[in-house]
């Protein structure tokens, strides 16, 4: 029976550590992603450190809130713990609004590296470049034809130079119209949901930070019904103490008096002669 308890106590303490790592490893996630956002809108180093404190201090009071929230419920301060849950709330909005963004940045970059990279951007930036050059060239051309007074032939210059322009301006909304061909699996995902992305998104951001919520949630009530028990378990020590101190004053009672009974006997029975002696009795019974 106590090996089949010391082997529950085990496995339940490494439930609990396995948990507290998870929740651990997921609220970094958080905390890396609201930095990476609160650090964006800073300009210098000291904004960005700033920016950086405030972000990470937090996402730690968020996930320490949880667990007073849930301390202050079983203590019945009910109004403190509805306003640690609200605050929570606001905090866990921001949070996710941060992961989400993290990994809408993380998109935008990846996207564009792969539709950098193909032959279709490739070539149309290419033509855009030569787009150019020739606009170029018939602005200098018309404006040297203006020098020597043929103004004719440099509006004729100025008109193609328009052209040209106007292809250019439609060669880059098709160069920004050009999407990357997915490249891994997360791309091909979000090439499926389209503009709905974001939706995506929210729901991965959503995961990180309601998984580490409930693991500390967990932790915070799992460990007052752990106190509950291991008091429990005191109790029970101490009670059995008592009884087996209880049993073994009771059996000292109980052989004293039948030793006495044993030596008055023996004194009546004329063991120790007709004048019995202390130290005769005291030899005999040691």
């Not at 800073?42 to 404190?53: E, M, Q, R």
């Not at 809130?65 to 909005?93: E, N, P, Y």
Request: proline letters at 1%; aromatic letters at 8%.
């Amino acid at each position: 029976m106590n090996l089949q308890l010391g082997s529950n106590k085990k496995e339940l303490t490494f439930k609990y550590r396995l948990v507290l790592a998870v929740g651990c490893c997921l609220a970094l996630v958080s905390m890396a992603a609201e930095v990476q956002l609160f650090v964006s809108y800073a300009i210098s180093l000291p904004d960005k450190v700033f920016a950086g404190i405030t972000a990470l201090a937090l996402v730690v009071c968020q996930f320490i809130f949880v667990g007073l929230a849930v301390d202050m419920l079983r203590q019945k301060h009910f109004f403190l713990s509805a306003v640690l849950a609200l605050v929570t709330a606001v905090l866990f909005i921001i949070s996710v609004s941060g992961t989400a963004a993290f990994f809408e940045s993380r998109f935008a970059s990846i996207h564009q590296a792969s539709r950098a990279q193909s032959d279709v951007y490739q070539l149309q930036l290419k033509l855009i470049e030569d787009l150019t050059q020739q606009e170029e060239i018939y602005k200098s051309n018309a404006l040297a034809l203006k020098k020597v007074d043929k103004v004719t032939r440099a509006g004729l210059q100025l008109d193609r130079s328009v052209q040209v322009s106007n292809k250019r301006s439609e060669a880059l909304l098709k160069l920004e119209s050009i999407e990357g061909a997915p490249t891994n699996a997360g791309s091909a995902l979000v090439a499926l949901m389209g503009e709905y992305r974001w939706l995506v998104w929210y729901v991965l951001a959503g995961l990180v930070d309601v998984c580490a919520l409930l693991c500390f949630s967990v932790l915070a009530v799992s460990k007052q019904a752990l106190q509950t028990v291991q008091k429990q378990n005191t109790q029970t020590q101490n009670t059995k103490k008592q009884h087996k101190q209880t049993c073994s004053v009771q059996t000292k009672q109980t052989g004293k008096t039948e030793l006495s009974e044993k030596i008055k006997q023996d004194i009546i029975g004329g063991v120790f002669g007709d004048s019995p002696g202390v130290r005769r009795g005291m030899e005999a019974f040691n």
